[in-house]
């Protein structure tokens, strides 16, 4: 059984009363996981939550200076001679042939530069919003269950960075 935040603050007895309660609330949910706690579920954002003790140093954050794009780039070179493209405005993925085509390419991979590209395989990386907002067109269109999903996932308005010093500065 699940139960969302909200009602499990409610059960306890919480309710913020002060504007520094309803602060702490707003960071301990609200910021913390881009939902109100009536959309949190105590199951997998309390008792199920991984944290970076659970998995140890070599996992969960990514300590490349170098940033996402050199972790893209090596698991694409350990993709067997899969080709990665960087900073190209996806405009629309079409099966050629169909979605059960044979082909040796079966997609075409269309950019805002007007660049063509074929793969066997694509992976979409684009925010929610922009795949709700239709500024990918998939051809065939995506499975309903699949469209139905995205449709009901939000945007959430923040970034959530771990930063990690050498020394104690503060």
Known sequence: EDYSIASAL????????????????WMGFDFEYAARPAECSVRHNVLEEFTYEDYGDGCLLVH???????????VADAARGARLVCGATVTAVEAR??????????????????????????????SVGVLQ????????????????????????????LYVEWDERWW
């Open 10 to 25: 409610q059960a306890t007895g919480w309710r913020a009363s002060t504007p520094l309660e309803a602060a702490v609330e």
């Open 97 to 126: 042939g169909g979605a059960d085509s044979e082909a040796a390419a079966p997609l075409t991979v269309r950019s805002r530069d007007g660049a063509t590209r074929l793969a066997r395989r694509v992976v979409v990386t684009s």
């Open 133 to 160: 907002s239709g500024l990918i067109r998939f051809s065939p269109q995506l499975p309903a269950g699949l469209r139905d999903a995205i449709g009901g996932l939000r945007m959430a308005g923040y970034a959530k």
């Open 64 to 74: 490349d200076r170098r940033g996402f794009g050199a972790v893209a780039r090596r």
